[in-house]
């Protein structure tokens, strides 16, 4: 069990703890019930108590307890809170997040349940940040708080004391809080709680110099009015306003925050006067400082803060303010404290799963004995660091093509604070209208794509599902609305404009698209909620307006393409739910990819039906590396002099696939002989009968059914001849487009997972790709309901195994998780049955054999939560049985080895895209490598640009360049070995930026040829 407890003593650790928390019987039972159901199918390691823990506040979040008011509402949480269960349990809120995901995947929590600890998780990081950022701002307007020291009165009187600074902190955030969870919908983004933290300071500034409390005002700071202090000084009899300074201090947005100042903040403190909260001024909102009512407001904010965290089950964010003091003090104070964010020392270890172990050769060893054990301490780093936590991760196929950071982005609340005002930029002078210019373009089609009233409906139906709770403001709804018509706006005469360079351009065909205008104002509606950092995360905006992810993806390099003023992070934002979308999204049992499939009457295509030349490995041409659509635009600017071929228009996108017959009767023209079918070669008539392919003993009934993909059996003697042939033709269309997508997707993650797991040779990956493609392309239902990490990972271990090669299911998951789309559930929660989809394309294999649930396992499992399992029990279960027959022909005994093909790897990434290097963000400067066979570095232009050879161009070149850039002038610097210790000691001016930067790309060049000369 992993533990020296026996079963009484959990029991009774159970019970006590249901005794500290008063407990219901019903949901005390129901915690156990879980907890003892896990633990007989997996072992749980670790302190057993902390898994009571997961068990109850899942028992408890599940549950809802009647209330005594007059309107007989429930209360989710049980009233139970959480911040206390964790205290009893000696249990810290990190590894509660850690725990709770874990029991989650165990216990097959509904996604609505795995969406509140997501949600719960999200506003702890945010909270922290905040948090951070209070703290700086009240040290720069108040005195800095310390810890106060009782006093003892000499009269036996109780005598009222005036509010001291450390007070006064916690009043501040406390009343911080009690007005963010009155409406927690409303400022649920990362920017709304720092204008709110803004609103709420700027009160409480006001209050302190109304009241003349020089004795918590910091003098320093730049808001203070004049002659404060002084003996002529007067206290106002209106609220100064210092938001500019706090805004200019801590790059906020001014009109942001006095919208939230205005229209939010103002109205929230005249309910909180009404309902009697707090005392004071209710015109003014002053005298919140004064002697009477200082305490009275301070403990009334406690209380209403108390009901909402007993009723919600969110963490006490005033754990902050206990662990802040904690720091104050030299030595820890004794007694009982909160353990949240102290974390513990053992060590964690993951759980064990178990299954039927087999004899087969390619079935894996049952247990999982996972090595991603995160210690406490690595989990408090990575959460400490809050801009891992609300920044996107790098997507691996973008991660070398994304432009420089921005150099002001360095926190996250700067960075989110710079991404609504570089969105507030991008759309200054225009309107949630079309601009005259678009008006002009849309009256030029035949038919009237009515795309206001579209844009209104779609609007509407935003409105309704942004305030669909009664607490939500809906300003916010309307303003983000407002910002995404803006936007909408100006892509889509971006977008027009661009169409309209290409031959044969329709506008009828785009702008009569219905799908097109709502993917492309979903993707605005996206862009404005991410610039905010709101906790409406993908895919939020489809469901609110019932958008599929396979049409959604259409949009999304459209988009990028169409503006390049987007910033670094959401780039790499929209870049992720690409990924996201191909990844799983797109393979649901009800996505429209599916009946594209179906209606196409094709096979799936292989990668290469759908890559483009120089996108394989085969093709050698390094030149034609830059036509890859998949990576190009994210990457690095149009180069002058290299020939570019034109990604696919929107148009293409968004074109249906073609139909079967027609689809047929072309692919029949042009079929290669080596995949069983006819080919027509140059000069050969269309009606004389191709020839037959060999066939090899034993083979018959592999080529009796024509293959779709690379990984056929042919004459390997043939091979050369194939290469020498002309290019096939592509499938294209949005079927082509997305499967080149996908495939890419698939080498960029397989090529890194590979790498960690020092799979070098190129016939081993070459193996792997082609049982990856095999069973995309003949048992694409593995894909139905499942990930394809998952299908990627068992690929790679089936290969391993019939390799020889010593490399565990752990060792590859333990690679996997080094990417940074890796998610735990992908691995432990995995699809092992799934019904068949109504109107699906029969297969050649049974039942048992594609993945679907065998006819004795249809009585058994009821619903699909109980399908679930982890991804060993998925391979030996359903995997290999369907794999087992091709797989073999890579052993090396089988006859049959010699004639397989492999499949040609797609490019990757690490292949440089171009021998040019855009060295600034600001400025169209490039550094390439002197060739000194070129009889002309530079392509012909109107003007010969600025230009600069090391060790053959003249000085004044290179201040050319930097006066361009306005790069002052700078003195040299001797950089001989034997200079004197006053050249030494002599001050060094500021160094020439743009030369640093290109010494630093002459030495990776130099280092990385001295790598591939070793």
Not at 46 to 62: E, F
Not at 593 to 610: K, Y
Not at 998 to 1007: A, G, K, N, S, Y
Request: charged share 25%.
């Amino acid at each position: 069990m992993g533990c020296a407890d026996g079963g009484e003593d959990l029991l009774k650790k159970h019970q006590d703890l249901c005794h500290a928390l008063n407990m219901d019987k019903e949901t005390a039972y129901v915690a156990w019930q879980s907890y003892d159901s896990i633990r007989q199918n997996y072992t749980l390691e670790g302190d057993q108590l902390h898994w009571l823990g997961c068990s109850l506040y899942v028992a408890c979040r599940k549950s809802v307890a009647p209330t005594v008011s007059k309107a007989s509402t429930l209360v989710e949480g049980n009233l139970v809170s959480l911040t206390r269960l964790l205290r009893l349990c000696n249990l810290s809120l990190l590894q509660f997040f850690n725990k709770s995901k874990k029991w989650a995947d165990m216990t097959n929590l509904s996604p609505e349940f795995r969406d509140k600890l997501n949600r719960l998780e999200r506003n702890y990081n945010v909270s922290n940040v905040i948090f951070k950022k209070f703290r700086l701002m009240f040290n720069d307007m108040f005195v800095e708080p310390t810890i106060d020291q009782p006093r003892q009165n000499k009269t036996k009187k109780q005598r009222t004391l005036p509010c001291t600074s450390s007070r006064l902190f916690d009043f501040v955030w406390t009343l911080y809080v009690s007005v963010k969870s009155e409406n927690p919908d409303s400022s649920d983004d990362l920017v709304s709680c720092v204008h709110l933290l803004l609103s709420c300071c700027d009160l409480i500034f006001a209050n302190a110099v109304m009241a003349d409390r020089t004795d918590l005002i910091n003098n320093k700071f730049p808001g203070v009015p004049k002659n404060y202090g002084e003996r002529c000084y007067k206290p106002p009899t209106e609220p100064p306003c210092v938001m500019y300074h706090l805004c200019q201090k801590y790059a906020s947005g001014l009109v942001e925050a006095k919208r939230m100042k205005e229209y939010f903040w103002k109205n929230h403190m005249k309910r909180f006067f009404d309902r009697k909260i707090l005392q004071g001024d209710p015109k003014t909102f002053s005298g919140l400082l004064d002697l009477n009512n200082f305490e009275i407001n301070l403990k009334a904010c406690n209380k209403l803060y108390e009901e909402y965290v007993l009723s919600v089950g969110d963490f006490d964010e005033r754990i902050f303010l206990v662990k802040c003091k904690e720091a104050w003090v030299d030595k820890p104070r004794p007694g009982p404290s909160y353990k949240q964010l102290s974390p513990d020392r053992p060590a964690l270890r993951t759980l064990n799963f178990s299954a039927e172990d087999t004899s087969n050769k390619m079935v894996t060893p049952t247990k999982i004995l996972e090595s991603d054990t995160d210690t406490s301490e690595q989990s408090e780093i990575r959460h400490s660091s809050s801009v891992s936590q609300l920044t996107p991760a790098t997507p691996l196929t973008g991660r070398r093509y994304l432009k420089a950071k921005d150099p002001g982005s360095l926190t996250p609340v700067s960075t989110a604070t710079q991404s609504v005002q570089r969105l507030q930029n991008l759309l200054s002078g225009r309107s949630p209208a079309p601009s005259p210019y678009l008006q002009q373009l849309i009256s030029s089609c035949s038919d009237d794509p009515h795309i206001v009233d579209r844009i209104k409906s779609h609007g509407q139906k935003f409105i309704s599902q942004y305030t669909q709770s009664a607490q939500t403001h809906i300003d916010f709804a309307q303003q983000r609305l407002q910002l995404a018509e803006t936007l909408y706006y100006k892509l889509l005469e971006n977008i027009l404009k661009d169409e309209m360079k290409k031959p044969n351009f329709d506008c009828n065909n785009l702008l009569c698209h219905e799908v097109f205008h709502q993917t492309l104002f979903a993707c605005c509606l996206e862009i404005v909620i991410y610039s905010y950092n709101s906790q409406r995360t993908f895919p939020w905006v489809l469901q609110a307006l019932g958008v599929e992810p396979y049409h959604f993806y259409k949009v999304i390099e459209v988009t990028v393409r169409a503006e390049e003023q987007l910033s670094r992070d959401m780039v790499k934002h929209l870049n992720l739910i690409e990924e996201q979308i191909l990844e799983s999204l797109v393979w649901k049992r009800e996505s429209p990819l599916w009946d594209a499939i179906d209606d196409s009457g094709l096979p799936v295509p292989c990668c290469e039906d759908v890559m483009l030349p120089g996108q394989l490995t085969e093709d050698n041409s390094s030149a034609t590396l830059l036509n890859n659509p998949a990576i190009r635009r994210l990457v690095l600017p149009a180069v002058p002099g290299v020939p570019q071929s034109p990604a696919p228009s929107a148009s293409e996108r968004f074109h249906s696939p073609v139909t079967a017959t027609s689809a047929i009767a072309k692919k029949k023209l042009f079929i290669d002989n080596s995949r069983g079918v006819c080919t027509v070669m140059p000069g050969q008539s269309i009606l004389a009968a191709a020839p037959k392919p060999p066939v090899a003993a034993g083979e018959e009934a592999e080529t009796k059914k024509p293959q779709t993909g690379s990984s056929v059996i042919i004459n390997p003697a043939m091979l050369k001849e194939r290469q020498t042939k002309p290019n096939r033709p592509r499938r294209t269309g949005s079927l082509g487009l997305f499967f080149r997508k996908f495939y890419h997707l698939a080498a960029v993650r397989m090529q890194e997972l590979c790498s960690h797991l020092d799979l070098k040779e190129t016939e081993v990956r070459r193996k792997i790709w082609t049982c990856f493609e095999h069973s995309i392309i003949d048992h694409t239902d593995l894909m139905l309901d499942r990930h394809l990490d998952q299908i990627l990972m068992c690929a790679v271990y089936v290969i391993c195994k019939i390799e020889g090669l010593d490399k565990p299911f752990t060792e590859v998951m333990k690679c996997y998780r080094l990417q940074p789309q890796a998610g735990s559930h992908v691995y432990r929660s995995v699809l092992l049955y799934n019904r068949p989809r109504t109107g699906q394309r029969t297969n050649n294999n049974n039942c048992s054999d594609n993945g679907q649930e065998p006819a004795s396992a249809s009585v058994e499992v009821l619903n699909e939560s109980e399908n679930r399992c982890d991804i060993i029990k998925f391979y030996n279960s359903v995997y290999v049985l369907k794999l087992q027959n091709f797989v073999r022909k890579f052993t090396n005994g089988n006859n049959q080895n010699g004639n397989l093909t492999l499949s040609p790897l797609p490019v990757s990434r690490g292949v440089p895209m171009s021998p040019r290097r855009r060295v600034s963000d600001n400025h169209a400067v490039f550094i390439r490598p002197l060739i000194s066979s070129e009889p002309n570095v530079f392509p012909p232009s109107p003007t010969r640009p600025l230009s600069y050879c090391f060790s053959r161009s003249p000085a004044k070149d290179l201040r050319a360049i930097n006066c361009m850039l306005g790069v002052r002038r700078v003195g040299k610097r001797l950089l001989t070995d034997d200079a004197t210790d006053d050249e030494a000691a002599a001050p060094v001016k500021q160094p020439n930026l743009f030369t640093n930067k290109l010494q630093d790309l002459l030495v990776d060049r130099r280092m990385a040829k001295g790598q591939d000369s070793a």
